[in-house]
Nanobody
């Protein structure tokens, strides 16, 4: 079992920054990642990091703006140069496989709102 608790969401103006955190308990050696879901849209992959923390993956839409990292039992998503289209509920994810085709564990989600 893995429990995930996100924090750090909020309201920010376009061009601003936010950092999301996800504290994990349980099998913390799993790969971890972030997904997001905007109103009326399907949940989409944002970024992932291997259990070792040595390899990261990003969606094209966030490359160069978002950075995923992990330290012990916590994974972070540093979001810079935010755009209104980044507005969504962001979910932390954990899975044995970093590709996260079928995520095993989800957090409860944290709202990120980017105003124009």
């Amino acid at each position: 079992q893995v429990q995930l608790v996100e924090s750090g969401g909020g309201l920010v103006q376009a061009g601003g920054s936010l950092r999301l955190s996800c504290a994990a308990s349980g099998r913390t050696s799993y790969a971890m990642g972030w997904f997001r879901q905007a109103p009326g849209k399907e949940r989409e992959f944002v970024a992932a990091i291997t259990g070792s923390g040595l390899t990261t993956y990003y969606a094209d839409s966030v490359k160069g703006r978002f950075t995923i990292s992990r330290a012990k039992n916590t994974v972070y998503l540093q979001m810079n140069s935010l755009k209104p289209e980044d507005t969504a509920v962001y979910y932390c994810a954990a899975d044995p496989i970093v590709t996260m085709v079928k995520v095993t564990y989800w957090g409860q989600g944290t709202q990120v709102t980017v105003s124009s």
